[in-house]
């Protein structure tokens, strides 16, 4: 079945290093690709998504390309900041419209943050 | 404002007891699921639906129950809870039509069964 397979935890980093945590994924199809963020005490939020080969998804200064090569969805930032201090969860979702739609998840990685 | 509610937020019961997780979403979404987070483990699907009187089992569905009966709401019930059972638990939903796949969270409920 698909799978999704992060980098473990816990990665500790200082304030405005750069931060890459690593995703790969195995699926038979041609997923999406997303990384959800969980901040202490909340739900999960879409951080970014991909759709496509090649796409690059961005949000608050995150970035992950989507390439199908190599069966990678890397998380990048260039300058971290005590608030993105978290859980990062990559994803896969089969299909678009049909079907059974599920999120297929990744372990989680930890972030800290230290000023 | 769109958002998905779950309730309680936090629940410690014993072996056996009965109990049911509420979840609510606004948005007039079809699809909704629950997850389960355990350390290690990222989210596993426990159900989910397509619509309204539409459900299916996801990848670790053993223990659980789910109905819905009505679009806005996919409550989650254990008939009789075990302790392995003990987890951080999440609603989600997305709609179905549009061809957007991003799926909404509740807050989750962190539920310990002694």
């Known amino acids: 079945g698909d799978s999704v397979t992060q980098m473990e935890g816990p990665v500790t980093l200082s304030e405005e290093a750069f931060l890459t945590i690593n995703c790969t994924y195995t699926?038979?199809?041609?997923?999406?690709l997303f990384w959800y963020v969980q901040y202490p005490g909340e739900g999960l939020q879409l951080l970014l998504k991909?759709?496509?080969?090649?796409d690059k998804g961005s949000n608050k200064g995150f970035e992950a390309t989507y390439r199908k090569e190599t069966t990678s969805f890397h998380l990048e930032k260039g300058s971290v900041q005590v608030s993105d201090s978290a859980v990062y969860f990559c994803?896969?979702?089969?299909?678009?419209?049909?079907?059974?739609?599920?999120?297929?998840f990744g372990q989680g990685t930890r972030l800290t943050i230290n000023p | 404002e769109a958002q998905v509610t779950q309730n309680p937020r936090y629940l410690i019961t014993v072996t056996g007891k009965k109990l049911t997780v509420t979840c609510s979403q606004n948005m007039n979404h079809e699809y909704m699921s629950w997850y389960r987070q355990d350390p290690g483990l990222g989210l596993r699907q426990i159900y989910y639906?397509?619509?309204?009187?539409?459900?299916d089992k996801g990848d670790v569905p053993e223990g659980y129950k789910v109905s819905r009966k009505e679009k806005r709401n996919f409550p989650l019930i254990l008939e009789s809870p075990s302790p392995n059972q003990t987890s951080l638990y999440f609603c989600?939903?997305?709609?179905?039509?549009?061809?957007?796949?991003?799926?909404?969270f509740g807050p989750g409920t962190r539920l310990t069964v002694l």
């Open positions: 991909a759709t496509k080969a090649d």
């Open positions: 989600a939903s997305r709609r179905l039509a549009g061809g957007t796949d991003t799926q909404y």
């Open positions: 639906s397509m619509n309204v009187e539409v459900t």
């Open positions: 994803a896969l979702s089969e299909g678009v419209i049909q079907g059974a739609q599920k999120l297929v």
């Open positions: 699926a038979t199809g041609y997923p999406s």
